[in-house]
C-alpha cells in the first residue's frame, strides 16, 4: 500500500484528512510513522464481480461508471511500441484504453524498465539487484511489498486498495445502503472525494515519500523525471474510473480546487521527502540508511543540465552573477502555493500569508552546493509543520469562487524558472476549464484562448535546457496576457467570491 | 616550474642524479627573450634545429597571442580589444588592468589592501598559462613578470629560465650533455616525451602543484571549456617549432665527436665546466647522453617516430596529470583550504549533457551510481593504448598491465562517487596511487621503441572494437586524433578522409593566431552534442578496413 494512503488511513478517522489529527506523533518526525495493523488487502478481484464494479465496458452493454470501474481501470491488453519486446531495450509497452496505474506493475517487465533496473542497480557482473526492484515496488506494484505471492500476479499494479485502502474491513460494508462516509473511513477506506486526501495519495508516489523515494541517482539510469500536476494529470487519465459530471455542475470550481488541492499535496510531499532525505544524510542519524547528498533531485534540472554553447550575457543567472555555484532548489513542486494557500485564506476569512519557513529552507538549499543536511532537515520540517496547521486550521482549497480568486492572484505573479511557468500553465487550464464549468466563456471566447494556451505549451516543451533569463521573461508575459484574456472573458459572468458560504 | 615538473618526472622515473653541488634552479633567472630571438628568429645555417623556430613562434603559434586574449595590447589591433577586456571582466569580476599598476599592464600592484592582494592573486592565477610567469619565478618575480607578459607564452614558459643555460646551450658540445645537468641550469628537458607531456598538459589539463587551475567559477561565466587534449594533434596544430631526432637525420656529435673538429670543443667543454657542467656528464655524443639505456638494448632512439611516441607517451602523462590534479585539489580541501566540491573535476559531460526523453539504446558503462558526477574518461583512453605499447602489443600482457591500473583506477572511481562529488580525502588517498602507477607505465613506454611496426599495432589496438565500447565524444575524439596523428607517422593516404575529414567529430583545432578558441567553439560543442557512439563504432570499423588495405 502506498504509504501516504496508510497515513492517511491513520488519520482519516477524524474525517478531516489532516496527517496528524491522531497519535502522538511528532512534527519533526511525521514522514516516518509507523503503518496502523489490523487492516488488510483482499486483492483487486475482490471488487470485480458483474454485480459490482465488474460490469463489461461501456461500448458491451449498459451501466454506470462505478459499474464499469475494473473495464475502465483495467482496458485492452498493452502492445509493445519503439521496439520489439526482448530485442530492443527501448521497446515500450502501451495501450489506449484503460487506467496507466493498471500497467505499473506489467511495465516492470518491459525492457527498458528492466534496463534502467540495471542501470540503477550498478552490479559488477550487469545483473539486477533485489533490493533496489523492491524499492521500485513500492510504487510500481505496491501489493509486492504486502504479500511476496502478490509479484506472482500480473493483475496488481497499482489496484484498487492502492489509493481506497486495504479493504478487508470495509469490503463487505461499503455497498450497504446505510453505510456512511465517516464509517467507512473509520474503517479504512480512503476518502477519495475529499480533494486534499485524493491528491496526497496521488503525491505519495508521483512526488515522492520517505519510502518512495525516486532520487537522481534513479533518474540518471533512465526513470523520467517526477513533474506532478494533480489537474492535469486527472484530466490525462484517459478512462476515468469516477464520474465527476454532476460535482462539476454543483461544484463548478471543482478543477480550480483540484489544482489547489495538488498544489498542497505536492509542497507537503515535497517537504517529507525533502525532511527525510536530508534526515538521512544528516551526520547525527546514524541508524538509517545513509542518503546521496546532496540529493540532485532537489535541484532544478536545468542548473546543471544546460548546453555548454555559448550564451548571450542576459542568460547569466544571478547565482552567476554573484559568483557562486548554487543549486537552485526546485520550484515544481511548490510552485504557487501561495496562490493555492490564499484560495483557503479567502474561505476562513484570513488574508493569505505565506508559508514563512519556506524562505528559510531555500536560503540553506541554495547556501551551497552541499547545503547542510541537519539545517536542512530542521527546516523541511518546520516548514511541513507550518503547512499543516494552516491545513488543520481548515484552509482547504474548497471555496465557492476560487477560480476568480485564482485568476486574480496570478495577474500579478511572476514566474522565474522553467518549472514555475509550467506551473503557471497548469493553473490557468484549471481555470479555464473552471469556468467552462460555470459556463462563463463563450465559444467565441474559447477559441483564442485555446489557441494561446497550446501555443504557450508548445513553446514550454522546447530545450528548456536552453532557456535564457530573457526567453523565461518572455514566456511569464505570454501567461500574463494568458490571464488577462481568462479574466476578460470571465469578468462578466463569474461572482464576486464569496468568503464564507461553502459549497458542499 | 618546468623545473620542478621535470624533477619530479625524472624522481618518479627513478634516476635522479645527484645534483647537489650544482647551481639551483630555482634561483635561475629569466632573461631578455630577444637574447633567445636574436639567434632563433634568423635564417641560420644549423644541423639539429630547424632554422626560424623563433619565427613559427612569434607568427604562427597561439601560444604568442596568450596575453592578448586576455587583453589586446596588440599594437597593430588597437580597437580590438573590448570584447575581449569585457569577457575577461565576467569571468574575473574586475578590470584586469585594475590588479595592474597602470595602462601598459607591465607590473601587478603592491598594495597590501585586501581586495589589491585578492585581485592581484586571481590574476596571477591567469598569468601562469596566459603569460610566462611560472610559480617558480614568483619568489623573484612578485609584481613584475620574469618575462614581458606581452610575449604571451614565450621560448622561457617552456624551455625553462635562460640565464645560466643561454650561452652552454650555444656550444656544439652542449648536445653532448646529459639531460639532467641542463635540468640543473634550469633548461627543461622537452626532447623527452614525458617532460614535454608535463609542461603542456601542466595548463592544457590542469596543475593544482602549479596553480594552473581553471576553476568551474570561471567557466561558468566564460572561460571557454578545455577540450581533450591529445599532444601529438595540438602539436601539429601549434605548429612545431622543431624536428624530431629521426628529422634531424645525422647531426654533429649524434654519436661521437665530430670528425671535423678543429679544436673547438675542447674550448666549448671547458666554457661547459666553467658554466657548471660536471665533466661526467659529458658524453661521447647526444644519443649517449640521451639514451644510455637504449645503447645497451641496441634500440635506436633517434629513428622513433615521433607522432607516435609523443601520442603514447604523453597520452597516459596527462592521465596522470589529470588524476594528479584532483588529488591535490581534493588534499586541499580535505584541509579545508580550498572550496568543495570543485565541480571542474568532474566530467563536464555528466551534467551539461541533453536531457533525452528516451533512453539511449547505448550508454557508457559505469561501474558506479549514475546520478553523481564522475571522472572524464578520455584521459584515459590514450593511457591503455600505452599499456599495450608497453606489453609489446601481446593482449593478454597489455590486460595484464592495464588491470594493475584498474584496480587503482576502480579504487578513485569508487571514492569520487561514493557520494556526489565523492570524499575529498578518499579522493586525494586514491590519487597518490593510480598516479604513481602511471607514472611507471609513463616510464616504461618511453623507454620502448616507435617503428612502423609499433605504430601499425597502436591502429589496429585503437580501431579493435573492444578498445573503446561505447565512448563518450571527447574519448572518441581523443581517440579520432591519436589514429589521425599515428597515421600520419605511416602516411596513411586514406587518413585525410577519416571520420568525415575529421568534420563529424570537429577535429580540427583552431591553429594560428588568427582562428579564435572562442570561435571554435561553435564547431566542438555541437558536435559533443551530436555526437553518436554508435556511427562512431561504425566509422572505427570502417578505418579498420581502410587501414588493413593493402
Redesign the interface.
Known amino acids: 500500500m502506498l504509504p501516504a494512503a496508510r497515513a492517511i488511513r491513520l488519520t482519516a478517522v477524524t474525517g478531516v484528512g489532516i496527517l496528524f489529527a491522531v497519535g502522538p506523533v511528532s512534527a519533526k518526525d511525521f514522514a516516518l510513522d509507523e503503518p496502523a495493523s489490523g487492516t488488510a488487502f483482499v486483492g483487486s478481484l475482490s471488487c470485480t464481480s458483474v454485480s459490482c464494479h465488474g460490469n463489461p465496458p461501456a461500448q458491451h452493454g449498459p451501466g454506470s461508471v462505478w459499474q464499469q470501474v475494473y473495464a475502465r481501470w483495467h482496458g485492452s491488453e498493452p502492445k509493445y511500441h ?1 521496439g520489439r519486446k526482448g530485442y ?3 521497446a515500450r509497452m502501451e495501450r489506449h484504453l484503460g487506467d496507466p496505474h493498471a500497467l505499473a506493475r506489467q511495465r516492470m517487465t518491459e525492457p ?1 524498465f528492466q ?2 533496473l540495471r ?2 542497480s ?1 552490479q ?1 557482473d550487469g545483473s539486477r539487484d533485489n533490493a533496489a526492484m523492491l524499492k521500485c515496488a513500492g510504487c510500481h506494484d505496491p501489493m509486492a511489498n504486502e504479500s511476496p505471492s502478490a509479484l506472482q500476479s500480473v493483475e496488481h499494479g497499482i489496484g484498487c486498495e492502492s489509493c481506497h485502502g486495504p479493504a478487508q474491513n470495509w469490503l463487505a460494508r461499503h455497498y450497504a445502503l446505510d453505510a456512511s462516509r465517516d464509517a467507512m473511513i473509520t474503517l479504512g477506506m480512503v476518502d477519495t472525494k475529499d480533494l486534499l486526501t485524493r491528491a496526497r495519495v496521488c503525491a505519495s508516489c508521483h512526488v515522492g515519500s520517505s519510502e518512495n523515494d525516486m ?8 526513470h523520467p523525471p517526477l513533474r506532478f500536476e494533480m489537474a492535469s494529470y486527472e484530466a490525462l487519465l484517459p478512462a476515468k474510473h469516477w464520474d465527476d459530471s454532476v460535482r462539476r455542475v454543483r461544484q463548478p470550481d471543482y478543477e480550480v480546487e483540484l489544482w489547489a488541492a495538488g498544489r498542497l499535496a505536492s509542497t507537503e510531499a515535497s517537504l517529507m521527502l525533502l525532511q527525510s532525505r536530508a534526515k538521512r544524510a544528516a551526520s547525527t542519524v546514524a541508524s538509517l540508511p ?1 542518503a ?5 533531485a532537489e535541484s532544478n ?1 536545468f542548473a ?7 550564451k548571450s ?1 542576459s542568460s ?1 543567472s544571478p547565482a ?1 552573477v554573484a ?3 548554487i543549486l537552485p532548489w526546485r520550484t515544481w513542486n511548490h510552485a504557487l502555493l501561495d496562490q493555492a494557500l490564499s484560495l483557503g485564506a479567502a474561505n476562513i476569512g484570513n488574508s493569505p500569508q505565506r508559508l514563512l519557513s519556506l524562505g528559510d529552507l531555500r536560503a540553506t538549499m541554495e547556501n551551497s ?2 547545503p547542510d543536511a541537519d539545517e536542512t532537515h530542521r527546516l523541511a520540517g518546520e516548514a511541513s509543520h507550518e503547512l499543516h496547521l494552516r491545513l488543520l486550521n481548515g484552509q482547504s482549497a474548497q471555496s465557492h469562487g476560487s477560480t476568480w480568486s485564482l485568476l486574480l492572484s496570478l495577474e500579478h505573479s511572476q514566474s522565474a524558472t522553467w518549472d514555475e511557468l509550467c506551473q503557471h500553465l497548469a493553473a490557468l487550464v484549471a481555470a479555464r476549464r473552471a469556468l467552462q464549468d460555470h459556463g462563463a466563456v463563450s465559444p467565441d471566447d474559447l477559441q483564442p484562448i485555446s489557441v494561446r494556451e497550446k501555443r504557450i505549451a508548445a513553446a514550454l516543451r522546447q530545450k528548456p ?1 536552453e532557456w535564457t533569463q530573457d526567453d523565461l521573461r518572455a514566456m511569464d508575459q505570454q501567461l500574463q496576457m494568458l490571464t488577462t484574456d481568462l479574466l476578460s472573458a470571465s469578468r462578466t459572468s463569474l461572482p464576486a467570491p464569496r468568503s464564507t458560504e461553502r459549497v458542499k | 616550474m618546468m623545473l620542478g615538473r621535470a624533477l619530479r618526472s625524472l624522481s618518479s622515473a627513478g634516476f635522479l642524479v645527484a645534483l647537489a653541488t650544482w647551481a639551483s634552479a630555482a634561483s635561475a633567472q629569466y632573461i631578455n627573450n630577444t637574447l633567445c630571438v636574436q639567434c632563433h628568429d634568423t635564417v641560420r645555417e644549423n644541423d639539429f634545429c630547424p632554422t626560424i623556430p623563433a619565427a613559427v613562434w612569434a607568427q604562427d603559434d597561439k601560444h604568442a597571442k596568450a596575453f592578448y586574449l586576455l587583453h589586446e595590447t596588440d599594437p597593430a589591433h588597437p580597437d580590438a580589444g573590448a570584447a575581449k577586456r569585457a569577457l575577461v571582466k565576467q569571468i574575473l569580476g574586475f578590470e584586469l588592468r585594475d590588479a595592474f599598476t597602470n595602462e601598459r599592464y607591465l607590473q601587478l600592484k603592491r598594495d597590501n589592501d585586501a581586495e589589491t592582494i585578492r585581485k592581484v592573486a586571481a590574476v596571477k592565477a591567469c598569468l601562469r598559462c596566459h603569460a610566462t610567469w611560472p610559480k617558480e619565478a614568483d619568489q623573484q618575480h612578485a609584481h613584475i613578470p620574469p618575462v614581458s607578459l606581452a610575449l604571451g607564452v614565450s621560448c622561457q614558459a617552456c624551455h625553462g629560465p635562460g640565464e645560466k643555460w643561454d650561452r652552454p646551450h650555444a656550444l656544439l658540445a652542449w648536445r653532448a650533455v646529459i639531460p639532467n645537468a641542463k635540468v640543473a641550469l634550469g633548461f627543461a628537458d622537452c626532447r623527452s616525451p614525458l617532460a614535454k607531456a608535463r609542461l603542456c598538459a601542466s595548463c592544457h589539463v590542469g596543475s593544482i602543484a602549479d596553480e594552473k587551475f581553471v576553476k568551474h567559477e570561471w567557466y561558468a561565466v566564460g572561460h571557454p571549456p578545455l577540450p581533450s587534449f591529445e599532444l601529438a594533434s595540438f602539436e601539429t596544430h601549434m605548429p612545431v617549432h622543431w624536428k624530431s631526432l629521426r628529422e634531424k637525420g645525422d647531426f654533429r656529435f649524434r654519436t661521437a665527436h665530430p670528425a671535423d673538429d678543429t679544436g673547438d670543443i675542447a674550448r666549448d667543454i671547458e666554457a661547459l665546466k666553467r658554466s657548471g657542467i660536471p665533466p661526467e656528464a659529458i658524453k661521447a655524443g647526444y644519443v649517449q647522453a640521451n639514451f644510455p639505456a637504449a645503447i645497451a638494448s641496441g634500440n635506436d632512439p633517434t629513428a622513433d617516430l615521433a607522432m607516435t611516441k609523443d601520442t603514447i607517451a604523453a597520452g597516459v602523462v596527462i592521465f596522470e596529470t589529470y588524476v594528479r590534479q584532483i588529488g591535490d585539489y581534493a588534499a586541499q580541501a580535505a584541509d579545508n583550504s580550498a572550496a568543495w566540491p570543485e565541480l571542474a573535476l568532474y566530467d563536464c559531460m555528466a551534467c551539461h549533457h541533453e536531457l533525452r526523453r528516451r533512453l539511449p539504446t547505448s550508454t557508457r558503462e559505469r561501474r558506479n551510481p549514475p546520478g553523481r558526477p564522475p571522472l572524464a574518461d578520455w584521459p584515459q583512453v590514450l593511457a591503455k593504448l600505452a599499456a599495450y605499447q608497453a606489453a609489446g602489443y601481446d593482449r593478454e600482457e597489455a590486460d595484464r598491465r592495464w588491470n594493475l591500473i584498474d584496480q587503482q583506477l576502480t579504487l578513485f572511481e569508487r571514492a569520487t562517487t561514493s557520494r556526489p562529488f565523492g570524499d575529498p580525502k578518499a579522493m586525494r588517498d586514491a590519487a597518490k596511487p593510480l598516479a604513481d602507477v602511471l607514472a611507471a607505465l609513463a616510464a616504461d613506454v618511453d623507454k620502448t621503441r616507435y617503428d612502423r611496426s609499433a605504430s601499425a599495432a597502436a591502429l589496429l589496438v585503437l580501431t579493435e572494437p573492444y578498445f573503446l565500447r561505447s565512448p563518450d565524444y571527447s574519448s572518441a575524439r581523443q581517440t579520432a586524433w591519436a589514429i589521425t596523428a599515428i597515421a600520419g607517422d605511416l602516411q596513411v593516404p586514406a587518413a585525410q578522409r577519416f571520420f568525415e575529414g575529421g568534420k563529424a567529430l570537429s577535429l580540427d583545432l583552431p591553429s594560428g593566431p588568427r582562428k579564435s578558441v572562442l570561435d571554435n567553439l561553435h564547431n566542438w560543442l555541437p558536435a559533443a552534442a551530436k555526437f553518436d557512439p554508435q556511427w562512431f563504432e561504425t566509422e572505427i570499423s570502417t578505418v579498420r578496413a581502410a587501414l588493413k588495405a593493402p
Open positions: 519503439d530492443d531495450p527501448r527498458r534496463e534502467v542501470r540503477y550498478t559488477p532520487n537522481h541517482d534513479m533518474i540518471a539510469a533512465g545513509a546521496a547528498w546532496p540529493e540532485f534540472c546543471c543540465h544546460q548546453s555548454l554553447e555559448p550575457d547569466l552567476l559568483r557562486r555555484a552546493l552541499v535546457a
